[in-house]
């Protein structure tokens, strides 16, 4: 875990590391702001929910980063959560979970 | 400037009555909500101009508001639960109470007295003494409300995600009085009244079809109208809920957003028949009629937020398409129509144009911002 930690958070701070082997700084700094806005449109900005469940790191529980990125990519049949796939590759969905499994809280 | 100027310097001093010294009115001011950073920018209509800006509201994505009769304060709801009452003249924060853990937008009653909140959880609707935000009325559901919304003599209106039904409450006696409406459908995600307070309307997510209430019968039921609109296409992935707040009711049509499509449905309002289907450029969010004329304005859902179109009620043709900037959350009308101000979050700015030329007339920097409200709402009855 720490592994895939450390580059995460070089991200955060904007420096020129990519988040994984395969999404680079701008492309980390493209996700960030999306999973912020729009998934922060359902989840809330601050990720502690509205129409969608909370996914904050103590909501989320330790999640499997894989679970969370099928989730992200398919949706959640018959509830508002919209399958991704159409706008995301895989590779960026699991960075997303990776994302949101390790956010700050703030 | 200079009148913000001048009102934080009256502010300073004490004993100087505003009566006294009339230097200030609030009727072509707004807000504008900065959802990032928690603050509201307040802006002047008729000089297209940011003229403060209050901070410390928490968590405003998703975040609404109304305004006093006297059209003094502003009350916002944030997404986090919190109730802020903003004081237009002095651009301070006059009362604030976290009153829910996660809430989702608000009414004020008909005689300016009380404001409702409509909470995520726990679910319900909170009553509040407009004046001290007080907690007047605590009305606990069995789950989300949504379309919170105002009716006349003191009642607001309200539905609930999670068990489909809708309640009315009467709070003009001494306890509420709570009616349960019945089942209006899965999944209700918005709700609306009309202009003239006659039918409440809900956009359902769980099936297909919209709702209406009508509310001068003197026993308020559901009927269900377009039920199996779109049912020969495949639906889309709808990435951003819409909004019903705007829904636009021209002549004598409502016009409705379609749920997983890219179009626009009309409803003749007398027989709630389908009369046209407006193909548009994405996922309809915010349908709103521009005053004194045929025209509705809307926006989209990202990832296609990038464009404003403007349809002709009586064609039901798209007449004009604009580009305003990057993720369009919103627009709001001078009330009587010539101009409509364009909330442009990821380009930092609200564009204004002119709704006759669609010329551009004026950019106001702004952070990040969403909804914006003209003082002018005060007036107008389900806002």
Redesign the interface.
Known sequence: MRDILAPLILAALCLPQPATAEIGKDRATELEHMVIQDCGSCHGLTMRGGLGSPLTPAALDGADPDALASIILDGVPDTAMPPWRPLLTEEEALWIAIYLLNREQD | MKRFLAAAALALLPGFGFSETPCCATGDLGLIIE??TGSLLVVDRSDRAAIGRVEGLG????ASMTYSPDERFAYVFG??GGLTKVDMLTHEIVARTIQA??S?GGAISDDGKLVAVSN??PGGVKVFDADTLALVADIPAPG?TIGLADLPGRRFIWAV?DSGEAYLGDFSGAEPVITNLGHIGK?P?DAVVTDDAHTYLIGL??EKGVTAIDLWDDTPKPTRFLNDYGKDKEDM?????PHLQGWAFTEGQFVLPAVGQYDLLWVNRETLEQVATTPVHGQPVFIIAQPASPYVWVNFA??RNGVVQVVDSRTHQVVKTLEPGK?VLHMEFAPRGAEVWVSV??ENKIVIYDTRTFEKKAEIAAQ?PSGIFFTARAHQPGL
């Open positions: 959802r990032a968590d405003l994505s998703h997404r986090d853990g996660n989702i995520y959880t989300k995600w999944n995600f997510f769980g992935p709808v990435y951003k809920m990202t990832p993720a979050r990821d990040a």
